[in-house]
């Protein structure tokens, strides 16, 4: 994908307070269509009315599904989709997860502004500014 | 996960939300901004909550990350 094309993210976390930082960290760009969602469960809902999107950024240690989990499912509706753990040094993400995909990153919680937007420019787009 | 790796995950979860908005007002704010001092006091006390927290909870160095 190319920068200046409209981006479509998925944020999932439980916890309501990430998901207003990622709102904000991404509010001001009028290129980002930010969609919200406080589980997995609801997260595979709003992913199955569509449309497709670029961004999936996800908690790792959620209840009920993990973001592991989530991402795996997600996958099998959108193979291309490319993933962004949020992950704590302790949540044990390689535990679960031996390596990472070409299209997958991790960003260690607590985060920046910049440190977010970064590793989005990174994934999608291969560069360091969004 | 473990009780206490729950605990260390949603504590560190609340300083990562004031640390981030606390850094997202420090960039906002002008250089000459009073409120400045404020937003690094909380940012100052928010960083020094998380090293506080990784000193009560430290992650076993074997257990696999």
Sequence with gaps: MEQGQPISILAVDDEPGVLALVRRCLGDDERVTLIEASSGKEALERIAKGPALDLLITDLRMPEMEGDELARQVRALEPDLKVLYLTSHADGLFEAKQQLWAEEAYLDKPFTREGLREAIAMLLFGRTTL | ?65
């Design chain 2, 1 to 65: 996960m473990t009780y206490d790796d729950k605990n260390r995950h949603d504590f560190k979860n609340q300083l990562g939300i004031i640390l981030g908005f606390s850094e997202i007002l420090l960039t906002e704010a002008a250089p000459g901004d009073r409120r400045r001092a404020d937003f690094e006091e909380i940012n100052k006390a928010a960083t020094a909550a998380l090293d506080l927290l990784a000193r009560l909870f430290p992650v076993d160095a074997d257990t696999p990350q």
